[in-house]
């Protein structure tokens, strides 16, 4: 059945339709354009929002879980609480992200998610893309809350084993660039298809330079678990901020990274360059607590996820992180859109299909109130109000 949906206006994201008429047939876009261009078909399921903006929907490239539940949990169940969580706050497709644990507790969160990735229809309304791993070949001096006795030192055999666990689902990996093995394990990574992601590193600007010259094209929670930049040995941060085949996330909640800061970061990557993430856990959408991410519990007081003094992952959504760097930027919502829609799918090569509103794209779109508050989410065609 055809759905068509009605608004104020329509950001692609890089360009704004007035008075947009989106049609949507099953799981793909019909047709997209004025109203004067684009009849409204009869008999159609149709939604109205006159006052709203319509955008792409979110893509969540780094997030552990939410509503009380962890990816690494091993039932589908968990994954579809995550999923409507996520529906909430516009986002329609994600990367299931790992955190470091002993290698077979790894290997079967990896088959299970690798199983979840192949089933049609994806579960839980938002599709999963691919899988992050992030950890375990990370550096033991920027870990995090990552446990050290389940760090590994990188080699291609072990990413092909993971890779192999998830019948070939892992879409993005965090690797600190430094390490014995790592730029023969970017290497391996291009080769697979994956994404090698700067993080958790210690680099210097040599050895960042180093993993992006391997393969490297983007990184991990910028500025957090990384060597502090220095203006004369820049380090990671100064690869990553500086070279413009990079791309780099950043969690925009105001506590992992100072707003002022945020600012200087977009200004250094541009909006084609910076990437939202929330690299939530499964605490968000509850009330303060202890809860689980990966295998360990985090305390989770006014918005601060907190382990031993360290910061463990987020309570951030990424409807929320788009009206933070509105303010923070300043950026214009449909700047800001562009950080959460066009540049992660264009991160993992899947702009073809996601993240941009257009005829043959999957129909995944957000409704938006003009300070970027979430109406409703459309995924994969279907209508979920908030």
Known sequence: MKTTITALRLITPEEIIEHPVLVAEDEHILALGTREETPIPEGV????????????????????????????ELN?????????????????????????ASLPDTLRSLEH????????????????????LEGPFISHAKRGVHPPDNLLEP??????????????????MTIAPELKGSLETIREARELGIESSLGHSNATYAEANAGIEAGARH???????????DHREPGILGAVLSDDRVTADLIADGLHVAPSVIKLFLAAKGTDRAILITDAISATGMPDGRYKLGGFEVE?????????????????TLDRAVRNVMQYGPLSLQDSVKLATINPARRLGLDQTHGVLAPGRI????????????????????????
């Not at 990184?219 to 930049?229: E, G, K, V, W, Y």
């Not at 129909?363 to 459309?378: E, R």
């Open 45 to 72: 399921r149709h939604y109205d929002f006159p006052d709203a903006i319509l955008a792409p929907g979110f893509i969540d490239i780094h997030i552990h879980g939410g509503n009380g539940h962890d990816v690494m």
């Open 76 to 100: 589908n169940s968990a994954l579809t609480a995550i999923g409507h969580g996520m529906l909430k706050h516009g986002v329609t497709s994600y990367l299931a992200t790992t955190v470091t």
């Open 113 to 132: 998610l690798g199983k979840a990735v192949r089933m049609k229809p994806a579960i839980g309304g938002p599709q999963l893309l691919g899988i992050h």
């Open 155 to 172: 080699s291609p055999e072990l990413l092909r084993k993971m890779h192999q666990a998830s019948d070939g689902t892992v879409r993005m």
């Open 219 to 229: 990184a991990t929670h910028t500025f957090n678990a990384m060597r502090p930049l």
């Open 300 to 316: 989770v007081k006014r918005d601060r996820c907190d382990l031993e003094g360290k910061l463990a992952g987020s309570v951030l």
């Open 363 to 386: 129909a995944d779109a957000v409704v938006l109130t003009p300070q970027g508050n979430v109406i409703a989410t459309m995924a994969a065609g279907k209508m979920f109000p908030v």
